[in-house]
């Protein structure tokens, strides 16, 4: 059988060599069990020398595929480039920065002989925030009831996936690209195993606050119209507590005339119901946005570099 490992690199000179000699010492171990291995290697346009390491890399070992972009196109692009790149039997996407422990792709494997399609890593926040930590659990019970895939917090990219998962996932070719849920949308029998994830040796987590906002925003929108649904409904809660308030406040002065000019009441009304446009003005937006990518139809993202021919597709983009 043979196992493609996908990994994306965005400015990892400084661990990218380190993590392929981990790979390496578990492809030894995995040979005799008549395994073989391919490492395909994404570089995200990184700024450092990453495409000069991958280079030497592919140098010394057969073994070695690069695919470098021409620009950053972030992580869900080079995912793509790197299944789309993957000829494996089954594929396994891990992070370069060695916090998705490479020993534990043993017990993938394991796994994946028992039959399943998909070998979920779910990983405790060791090293995390209790900001963040808290936040994403809030996050992903907001999300579990909103989207119609399931998303487990903890789980994220790195997974064994089978051929056919890896062919699933290909077919889809949105332009914005929420890869946890694309994953558990295409379904296929799947497992979870829980481990410690690492602390990050060298560099910093690319992402910030922003950045991981607006990542929870895709997961949210992509999947389901359900929050402009629930902007609907919104509106119209809100029309028929306005309408019952008016009423009152009509026969109110009728009964009784007017006394104070409702100042503040105003000034509320005026002020929640600004908020409410803007919000539900803001998830059409969303809707709108990514209707704009997906026509334009542009590629995901361009290669500058490899030494890799992709399985299926175009040549130079995706
Ligand atoms: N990464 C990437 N493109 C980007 C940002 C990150 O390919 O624009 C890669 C990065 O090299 C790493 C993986 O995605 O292998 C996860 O990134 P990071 O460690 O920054 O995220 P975290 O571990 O905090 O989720
Ligand atoms: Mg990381």
Excluded at 143 to 148: A, I, K, P, S
Excluded at 201 to 217: E, K
Excluded at 294 to 315: C, D, I, S, W, Y
Aim: proline residues 3%; hydrophobic residues 45%.
């Amino acid at each position: 059988m043979l196992i493609s490992i996908v990994a994306p690199c965005y400015n990892e000179e400084a661990v990218v060599a380190r993590f392929h000699e981990e790979i390496q010492k578990v492809a030894e171990e995995l040979l005799p069990l008549g395994h073989d291995m391919e490492c395909v290697y994404v570089d995200d346009g990184s700024r450092d020398r990453t495409l000069a390491v991958l280079k030497q890399l592919a140098e010394f070992d057969a073994r070695v595929r690069y695919v470098s972009f021409s620009r950053n196109f972030g992580k869900e692009a080079a995912l793509l480039a790197g299944l789309r790149h993957a000829s494996g039997d089954c594929v396994i996407v891990m992070d370069a920065d060695l916090q998705h422990p490479p020993e534990l792709i043993r017990r993938m494997l394991d796994l994946r002989e028992q039959g399943y399609d998909q070998v979920m890593a779910r990983r405790t926040r060791t090293g995390d925030g209790l900001m963040r930590t808290a936040t994403a659990r809030l996050y992903y019970r907001l999300v579990n009831r909103l989207v119609d895939v399931e998303l487990v917090d903890g789980v994220g990219d790195f997974r064994l996936m089978s051929r056919r998962v890896v062919d699933a996932v290909l077919e889809l070719t949105e332009y914005n690209r929420f890869s946890k849920g694309l994953f558990a949308w295409v379904g296929f029998p799947g497992t979870t195993f829980e481990y410690e994830n690492a602390v990050r040796l060298h560099g910093r987590s690319s992402w910030s606050f922003r950045s991981l906002l607006n990542y929870g925003l895709d997961g949210l929108l992509s999947f389901n119209n359900r929050p402009l649904r629930a902007a609907l409904h919104l509106g119209l809660c809100l029309l028929v507590c306005a309408g019952l308030y008016t009423a009152w406040i009509v026969g109110d002065a009728l009964v009784n005339g007017v006394e104070t000019p409702g100042y503040v009441t105003i000034v509320m009304a005026v002020t929640a119901l600004a908020g409410v446009q803007m919000i539900m003005l803001g998830v059409i937006g969303e809707y709108t946005g990514r209707i704009y990518y997906e026509v334009k139809g542009r590629p995901h993202f361009l290669v500058k570099a490899t030494n890799a021919e992709q399985t299926e597709g175009h040549a130079a983009c995706g």
